[in-house]
């Protein structure tokens, strides 16, 4: 079946832990992107790849970091977590030169 | 700066009427306008993309148009469903760029029976 995986679903944290937040896709997708969604702002997007080993900042890129070394895989690193970065992460693919973005189930994510 | 804008307040529509919701934007010049349709606590799964060349796109019960001139797309559900209650995204995506779009921060649609 194709589709995206994140994982973990739901993560609660501290503050200053670092954390990963895992993205895999099935469908041999280019593209790749990172979301947050917060209530009264919709989904922001935070960083995104267009291939392997090539990512760039989205919107709201301060305080993540994103690597792309497969094509498959596009993990979101928090490297010291937040309370601002409470929200729900969605990553999603999409193939090059289609314009369909395919979303993974969510990360709800909870920094104390 | 670019902006998107969607109807923040819900939209309420009685079961069998035909629902519309309106994506205008501001310093866009997209190639592509899509709708995506959200649940609560999931992702937006893809509806329905046009293109800057149509002028309205169908598939089943919805319908979109594209106004470059007015700078806005309108999205129509005919026929609606109970079922059809969610939040509406409407995302434009410009030419040139990396075709990941950013998204406008969607409609809540309500459908009574």
């Known amino acids: 079946e194709a589709q995206v995986t994140q994982n973990p679903r739901y993560l609660i944290t501290v503050t200053g832990k670092k954390l990963t937040v895992t993205c895999s896709q099935n469908?041999?997708?280019?593209?790749m992107s990172w979301y947050r969604q917060d209530p009264g702002l919709g989904l922001r997007q935070i960083y995104y790849?267009?291939?392997?080993?090539?990512?760039d900042k989205g919107d709201v890129p301060e305080g993540y970091k994103v690597s792309r070394k497969e094509k498959r895989n596009f993990p979101l690193i928090l490297e010291s977590p937040s309370p601002n970065q409470t929200s729900l992460y969605f990553c999603?693919?999409?193939?090059?030169?289609?314009?369909?973005?395919?979303f993974g189930p969510g990360t709800r994510l909870l920094v104390l | 700066s670019q902006k998107i804008e969607q109807n923040s307040e819900a939209l309420n529509i009685q079961e069998g009427k035909t629902a519309t919701l309106t994506c205008n934007y501001t310093?866009?010049?997209?190639?592509?306008l899509q709708w995506y349709r959200q649940d609560p606590g999931r992702g937006p799964v893809f509806l329905l993309l046009?293109?800057?060349?149509?002028k309205e796109k169908r598939k089943e019960r919805l319908k979109v148009t594209f106004d470059t001139t007015l700078k806005q797309s309108l999205f129509h559900i005919t026929a609606s469903q109970p079922a059809d209650s969610a939040t509406y995204l409407c995302?434009?995506?410009?030419?040139?760029?990396?075709?990941?779009?950013?998204f406008g921060r969607g409609t809540s649609l309500i459908v009574h029976p």
């Open positions: 310093n866009y010049s997209p190639a592509y």
């Open positions: 469908m041999n997708h280019e593209y």
């Open positions: 046009i293109r800057e060349n149509e």
């Open positions: 790849s267009m291939n392997v080993e090539v990512t």
């Open positions: 999603a693919s999409s193939r090059q030169g289609e314009e369909t973005q395919y």
């Open positions: 995302a434009p995506i410009s030419s040139g760029g990396s075709y990941i779009p950013t």
